[in-house]
C-alpha cells in the first residue's frame, strides 16, 4: 500500500512539474539584432542560380518548431551552394534548465549540420524537443535552397 501511495505521489509531482514548466516557459528571439516579427512564417533570399553544392545561394529563414518548452527557429546561410552558418533566431531560453541545455545542444547541432550539409542530424543526448525541433526548422530552409 505504502509503494502504490509514494508512486501516486511521484507522478503527481512530475505531473505538475511538467505543467508548470511547459506554461511557466516563454520562447524570446535570440540575440542576433533581428526582429521576431512574422515568426512561424517563412522567408527567403534567394540568387537565381545554382552554384558547385547543392542548394541555392541565399539567406533562408525556417519555420517556427515546437520545443516543448519553447519555440525553435533557425536561419541558414548558403554560399556557394553549400550550408556555411547556420544561426537560431528563436530558442528558449528563460528557465534555467533551458539555458544549460540549449548551450550544450545548439553549438553541437550548428557543427554537424555545417559538417553533413544536411538536416540529418544527431539528437543531442539530454537535449532531444531541441534537436527534433532544429532539425524541422532547419529541414524548412533547406526546402526551400532546394
Do not use: C, R, W
Not at 511547459?22 to 542560380?49: C, D, L, M, R, Y
Not at 533566431?89 to 545542444?105: F, G, K, R, W
Request: glycine share 6%; charged share 15%; proline share 2%.
Amino acid at each position: 500500500m505504502k509503494k502504490v501511495i509514494v508512486s501516486a505521489i511521484v507522478m503527481l509531482a512530475f505531473a505538475l512539474y511538467a505543467i508548470f514548466y511547459h506554461k511557466s516557459a516563454q520562447t524570446v528571439p535570440a540575440t542576433t539584432g533581428e526582429s521576431n516579427e512574422g515568426a512561424g512564417t517563412t522567408s527567403a533570399t534567394v540568387t537565381s542560380s545554382k552554384s558547385a553544392g547543392q542548394y541555392k545561394d541565399g539567406t533562408y529563414m525556417g519555420s517556427a518548431a515546437n520545443a516543448y518548452y519553447g519555440t525553435i527557429q533557425v536561419k541558414a546561410v548558403i554560399q556557394n551552394g553549400k550550408i556555411s552558418d547556420v544561426q537560431f533566431l528563436q530558442y528558449p531560453h528563460d528557465q534555467e534548465e533551458s539555458i544549460e541545455v540549449n548551450q550544450q545542444a545548439m553549438p553541437s547541432l550548428k557543427q554537424e549540420t555545417i559538417q553533413s550539409q544536411s538536416a540529418n542530424v544527431d539528437i543531442v543526448s539530454g537535449a532531444t524537443q531541441t534537436s527534433q525541433a532544429f532539425k524541422e526548422s532547419l529541414a524548412s530552409v533547406l526546402a526551400q535552397a532546394k
